[in-house]
């Protein structure tokens, strides 16, 4: 029964978290201060990206070592996507 109310409350903490992008990206602070909602925006995604890696695939649980590789290999993917942004211009 745990189980289900933690994964309830999950559920409900992502929804609220979309929520919240849509509401940012639809109002005028998109228009006006695109930086700002970009950064907002991208702020949110982070938090929804960590609470999915640590429940839904159950780093949580796992031991250290196990995400610490998720996080090297997290790392590896933003130098691989720097560096392929810098040679496109």
């Given amino acids: 029964m745990a189980r289900t109310k933690l994964y309830t409350g999950i559920y409900v903490a992502l929804f609220v978290i979309a929520t919240l992008q849509v509401v940012v990206e639809r109002t005028a602070l998109m228009e006006e201060a695109y930086v700002i909602a970009l950064a907002l925006i ?8 960590v ?3 640590g429940y839904f695939q159950h780093l949580v649980w796992e031991p250290r070592s196990v995400t610490y590789v998720m996080l090297l290999g997290f790392v590896g993917f933003l130098a691989l996507t720097v560096a392929a942004s810098y040679s496109i211009q």
């Fill in 42 to 49: 991208t702020v949110l995604s982070v938090i929804k990206a």
């Fill in 51 to 53: 609470v999915v890696a």
